[in-house]
């Protein structure tokens, strides 16, 4: 069983910045394939960024320039660095593992409003 904690989350204007982090547990964090999905309500939940256990990294359109995952497997963590956020990208945030069973966060919520 793996546990995800995301925190970073939260409310700020559009142009500004975010990081959102999500802790991992197990001892074989470095195998895992680790995302971001975000969901608004009545709303499909949508894939953000994926990096797989290489580092090798995915970005849906609408983030891609704007967003940067990243990974530490030593701090078995992964990032969201999330720049220029615009209005649109208000959604809750789930943190995503994949090693042959998915996992999933609690989610965070950011808020991009002025």
């Known amino acids: 069983q793996v546990q995800l904690v995301e925190s970073g989350g939260g409310l700020v204007q559009p142009g500004g910045s975010l990081r959102l982090s999500c802790a991992a547990s197990?001892?074989?964090?470095?195998?895992?394939?680790m995302g971001w999905y975000r969901q608004d309500p009545g709303k499909q939940r949508e894939l953000v960024a994926i990096?797989?256990?290489?580092?090798?990294?995915n970005y849906t359109d609408s983030v891609k320039g704007r967003f940067t995952i990243s990974r530490d497997n030593a701090k078995k963590t992964v990032y969201l660095q999330m720049n220029s956020l615009k209005s649109e990208d208000t959604a809750v945030y789930y943190c995503?593992?994949?090693?042959?069973?998915?996992?999933w966060g609690q989610g965070t919520q950011v808020t991009v409003s002025s």
């Open positions: 995503y593992a994949r090693f042959g069973v998915e996992y």
């Open positions: 990096i797989g256990s290489g580092g090798s990294t």
């Open positions: 197990g001892s074989t964090f470095r195998l895992y394939t």
